[in-house]
């Protein structure tokens, strides 16, 4: 059993920010800010890739709801919402989750920037592909 099912089960032991029958949403058990926070279905899904909609419009709504809670209790001036779906995209914990990274100021923690590494590529054939 993987760890956030491990949590959603009650047999680790866990910070709970939200709970209902569908999603639970944890602290992050290594803050990056304060107040970093993980939502989670209760159902296994891998990643978003074969989560259902109808979960997925549920996670959604209560990252929002979470993320302006979060914001204004602990008067945070923005946030970054994150999900990294694969290996390859960082995901650490095969349990699809969402971030809610509390932003304080620029240098309260280092999250990757989006630096282009390959040549430009032409995005009509890109967009071509993607049809």
């Given at each position: 059993m993987c760890v956030f099912c491990n949590i959603i089960e009650g047999t680790i032991p866990s910070y709970k920010v939200y709970e209902d029958n569908d999603i639970i949403a944890i602290l992050d058990i290594s803050q990056l800010t304060k107040g970093h926070t993980l939502v989670i279905p209760k159902r296994h899904f891998t990643s978003i890739y074969d989560c259902d909609?109808?979960?997925?419009?549920?996670?959604?709504?209560v990252v929002q709801k979470l993320a302006i809670k979060i914001s204004e209790k602990l008067e945070a001036k923005g946030c970054n919402i994150l999900n990294n779906n694969n290996p390859e995209a960082e995901q650490s914990v095969d349990h699809l989750h969402f971030h809610i990274i509390p932003r304080y100021g620029d240098e309260d923690c280092q999250l990757s920037a989006?630096?282009?590494t390959h040549p430009e590529y032409d995005l009509a054939e890109v967009l071509n592909q993607l049809k």
């Open positions: 909609e109808e979960t997925l419009q549920k996670l959604i709504v989006f630096k282009p």
